[in-house]
């Protein structure tokens, strides 16, 4: 258990729909990150916070997606309009500081049938 | 473009026998590198990372790594596999001119082990 906590985590949706997701960091871990993990692939960067503001997005985050950490503490990452390549496996991860280690959550698996 | 190859997506070996997985990464600038172990179905498990101190550095659970600055890579090494180490490894990358430190990760290797 590395603290890092997601939920939920699995999300079943059918295409069309808006799901949200949660990410509870590690306290006092500035850095935060969503990923997001294809079946046999590994993870691609998404978006990145530090503290409160969104400092980086990635182009596979298109128009449907959105992220939030109000208060620089949880972050949500929403998706609207879910598409069945939506269906993937989402990571949180938190760092404390540049060139350190980031802690990963469980992930939230979604399947878009 | 920076990258990170893993040679090889699935390596068998037999318990006891040594693990050699291999990472190698296209950079200019200095990098910062890791190994993730991810069991079924769970998040990332960070084994270990090199930061620009010894290039040899050592993680949990009995694995290395030799950051070779020559050949680009940094690959992951255990003398004597156990079948609790079957999992999918990722080496990622990220480097020193890269305020936001997101990781690049590689395609990933999936180590079986064989009693």
């Known amino acids: 258990d590395t603290g890092v906590s997601q939920d939920p985590r699995h999300k079943i949706t059918k295409r069309g729909q808006n799901v949200t997701f949660r990410c509870d960091p590690i306290s006092e871990h500035n850095r935060l990150y969503w990923y997001r993990q294809t079946l046999g692939q590994g993870p691609e960067f998404l978006t990145y916070f530090q503290n409160e503001a969104q400092l980086e997005k990635s182009r596979l985050l298109s128009d449907r997606f959105s992220a939030e950490r109000p208060k620089g503490s949880f972050s949500t990452l929403e998706i609207q309009r879910t598409e069945q390549g939506d269906s993937a496996m989402y990571l949180c991860?938190?760092?404390?500081?540049?060139?350190?280690?980031?802690?990963f959550g469980p992930g939230t698996r979604l399947t878009v049938l | 473009a920076q990258s990170v190859t893993q040679l090889g997506s699935h390596v068998s070996v037999s318990e006891g026998a040594l693990v050699l997985l291999r990472c190698n990464y296209s950079s200019s600038v200095p990098p910062y590198l890791f190994w993730y172990v991810q069991y079924p179905n769970q998040g990332l498990q960070l084994l270990l990372k090199?930061?620009?101190?010894?290039?040899l550095v050592k993680g949990i659970n009995g694995f290395e790594a030799e950051f070779k600055k020559s050949e680009t890579s940094f690959h992951l090494t255990k003398p004597s596999a156990h079948m609790s180490d079957a999992a999918e490894y990722f080496c990622a990358v990220t480097w020193n001119n890269n305020a936001g430190n997101m990781l690049t990760f590689g395609g990933g290797t999936r180590l079986m082990v064989k009693p």
């Open positions: 090199y930061t620009s101190a010894a290039t």
């Open positions: 991860a938190n760092s404390l500081d540049r060139g350190n280690e980031q802690f």
